[in-house]
């Protein structure tokens, strides 16, 4: 990536502000992808070039490296120098060989609304044997003015799409990463279905989820129905069993950034809801999501959001009807899962407690999903069927509550469904 210095941008070496990445050094990282190496060939007041090495020929590689390296400029972030975050450069973006299959020109339908000027030129699959034809790789060159934040946001999405093949699963925070990174340019995009199909690798319903959210004023009848994606079944399983537990304070522990929070404060019946996470960013963003500075006074009175750890004892989680952990216990390592069961049904003991979780014997049907690997980066580990209800008849035994254990999600004959769900019930008889 090359930058020149223009009006607005006097000075093309203070790239290595917004980069994070001092010009001076060479530096490597051991990423999952391969080990990648960011230095500066050239760097002077109009000229700087930063390189970025891969050892992966992937494009969907290279986009995780960069979003990885660059974490902070694509975020938009920089305390040294903030002023520089805004302001838009000249940009030089050269990659000899970028996968790119499909059609000779999808390299300039992808970029070129979005500004860039491309140049995209095949590479025959041996220069000496013309007949052979192109090979599915182009020297592809963008230029244009954007601010870095823009442009890395650009390569995330697109080079992906380019390649048309992501090496690992896709699931619904995919979808959600998406409408995150392109939601301020991706709908008006003339290319806006390609996209979202090839980045969400061809799967209908997170592309219509993400489609929908994209574009949240297009009409209805242009909608075609869909089925409700594993994310949105999920929450209408937990829905309906507070609403049978009939539940009217709830604890969301583990809220992340507020996607259950949102449907709790939409039912007038929940009087009191409390979002607890131990990731003040996560908070930050379900505080956005919800809108709880343009909430009425009465709404804004029915929830509250607290950082806290599901493994510690926290005086705040106790008095509630329910406490729900939705996708949490597998981001825990295994060691530390008695002091959640501990927190959550020694000391917190609300009535009902609702556990939802992967079923891994679901993740063969994954395509892109390699044998033996979780569904997340995150996840510490993954319960089979009979580990879950084996786990669950545990807890529930050792702290006086009845359990039952129910899918979530599309059933498989083999398989069963991809989500479980236990729902616990405090013995009234133990008090």
């Given at each position: 990536m090359t930058a020149n210095a223009t009006t607005d941008f006097p000075d093309a070496s203070e790239i290595g502000y917004l980069l994070h990445k001092h010009p001076d050094r060479v530096q490597s990282w051991n990423l999952p992808m391969g080990t990648t190496t960011v230095l500066y060939p050239e760097v002077s007041a109009q000229r700087t070039t930063v390189a970025v090495l891969l050892n992966d020929g992937a494009a969907s590689g290279l986009a995780v490296a960069l979003s990885r390296l660059f974490k902070q400029t694509r975020a938009g972030v920089c305390s040294t120098r903030p002023?520089?975050?805004?302001?838009?450069m000249d940009l030089t973006i050269s990659m000899p060989s970028a996968p790119s299959r499909g059609s000779a020109d999808l390299a300039s339908r992808m970029f070129g609304p979005l500004g860039w000027t491309v140049d995209a030129r095949p590479i025959p699959l041996d220069p000496t044997q013309p007949t052979w034809g192109d090979s599915e790789y182009i020297d592809l060159v963008l230029t244009g003015t954007f601010t870095l934040s823009a442009a890395l946001r650009h390569l995330y999405v697109l080079l992906p799409v380019l390649d048309d093949g992501k090496h690992y699963w896709v699931?619904?925070?995919?979808?959600?990463?998406?409408?995150?990174?392109?939601g301020d340019w991706l709908g008006d995009h003339p290319e806006s279905s390609l996209i979202s199909s090839r980045y969400l690798a061809h799967r209908r319903e997170l592309v219509a989820s993400a489609l929908d959210r994209l574009v949240p004023d297009a009409p209805?009848?242009?909608?075609?129905?869909?089925?409700?994606?594993?994310?949105?079944?999920?929450?209408?399983?937990?829905?309906?069993?507070?609403?049978e537990s009939g539940a009217r304070s709830v604890i969301d522990l583990g809220c992340g950034e507020g996607r259950l929070l949102r449907d709790l404060v939409a039912h007038s019946t929940f009087e009191r809801i409390l979002g607890a996470d131990v990731s003040d960013r996560a908070l930050a963003k379900a505080h956005r999501r919800l809108r709880l500075d343009e909430m009425a006074d009465r709404q804004r009175s029915r929830i509250e959001l607290i950082q806290s750890s599901a493994t510690y004892r926290d005086v705040r989680l106790q008095g509630f009807d329910a406490m729900v952990l939705m996708e949490v216990i597998e981001h825990v390592d295994l060691a530390r899962l008695p002091a959640l069961v501990r927190s959550v049904f020694s000391q917190a003991r609300p009535r009902t407690v609702l556990v939802t979780t992967p079923n891994s014997e679901y993740n063969v049907l994954y395509p892109g999903l390699e044998a033996g690997s979780f569904r997340h980066v995150d996840h510490r580990f993954e319960f089979t069927r009979a580990q879950f209800e084996q786990w669950s008849a545990a807890v529930a035994g050792d702290h006086a509550y009845a359990v039952r254990v129910e899918g979530i999600g599309p059933r498989d004959p083999n398989h069963g469904t991809p989500t479980q769900m236990a729902v616990f019930t405090r013995e009234e008889q133990s008090e």
């Open positions: 002023e520089l975050v805004s302001t838009a699931g619904e925070d995919e979808a959600d990463k998406l409408v995150r990174v392109a209805q009848d242009d909608v075609a129905p869909r089925d409700p994606t594993l994310a949105e079944q999920r929450v209408h399983a937990v829905l309906a069993a507070l609403a």
